[in-house]
């Protein structure tokens, strides 16, 4: 087995995850629906973020952008709230 710690922050580790293939390589899919509230709600409670400036953002990410609809995304912004 791979011993994936990094170490810790006071009593919490540290993990990290890689792969041995190339990001080109990758199919990507979209974000699940409860993933991107909770990226959404993130947004809006860390940073103080408008929903346009979140429609903005997310419309442009790999595996959301050409999978999910504008649209669809607005809405999903729209209904998440803190």
Request: a negative charge; glycine letters at 8%.
């Amino acid at each position: 087995m791979i011993d994936m710690t990094l170490g810790s922050k006071g009593s919490y580790p540290i993990f990290t995850c890689t792969a041995t293939w190339r990001d080109a390589e990758i199919n990507l899919n979209p974000p699940g629906e409860k993933y991107l509230k909770f990226i959404i709600k993130g947004l809006k409670e860390a940073y103080g973020y408008q929903d346009e400036r979140i429609i903005e953002y997310l419309k442009n990410l790999d595996g959301i952008e050409g999978r999910i609809d504008e649209q669809e995304i607005a809405n999903l912004v729209k209904s998440t709230h803190l």
